[in-house]
């Protein structure tokens, strides 16, 4: 599955602990920002695919999977309730609160380890076309990764 993802998706970084004990099952993670843009994605397409770089990494995507669910400003409540709805796993420690005060955004994927890493210089931005810089910092970015030309 995860060395065939393509198309329109989200690049985001998570700690490579975090992204192994997620792998194979949804799981739910957080982000300190807003990501609207990967909601109104996921809402428009029905499907996004999620590229993931460990922290601390080489620049190279080393997990990718499909995009599930995306939650802005969640409480408590939003989180036990997108939990239950999408069956995931929390994959955080017990004292990390998922809907804290630095928490803006959760998220659910379905992830894989790739075969295959790639550079993440290959996804492209879908704001302004150009590839993700080498050194892109933590943030989330909205990109699209082509499919191989014959």
């Known amino acids: ?3 065939e993802t393509f198309g329109a998706g989200v690049f985001a970084r998570n700690h490579i602990k975090y992204l192994n004990r997620a792998c194979g099952k949804r799981a739910l993670f957080r982000s300190q920002r ?34 599930v669910a995306v939650e802005i400003d969640p409480s ?16 955080a420690p017990k004292e990390e609160a998922l809907w804290n005060g630095a928490c803006q955004t959760l998220y659910v994927v379905e992830i894989e380890p790739l075969t295959e890493p790639f550079p993440m210089t290959e996804l492209v931005k879908l704001n302004d076309g150009q590839p993700l810089s080498a050194d892109y910092g933590y943030s989330y970015s909205l990109v699209r990764r082509n499919a191989p030309q014959p």
């Open 1 to 3: 599955m995860a060395t």
């Open 34 to 67: 807003r990501w609207v843009g990967a909601r109104e994605l996921l809402a428009a397409d029905g499907a996004a695919s999620i590229y993931l770089c460990p922290i601390p990494g080489d620049g190279l995507i080393h997990f990718a999977g499909k995009l």
């Open 76 to 91: 408590e409540a939003s989180m036990s309730a997108l939990l239950e709805k999408t069956k995931a796993r929390n994959v």
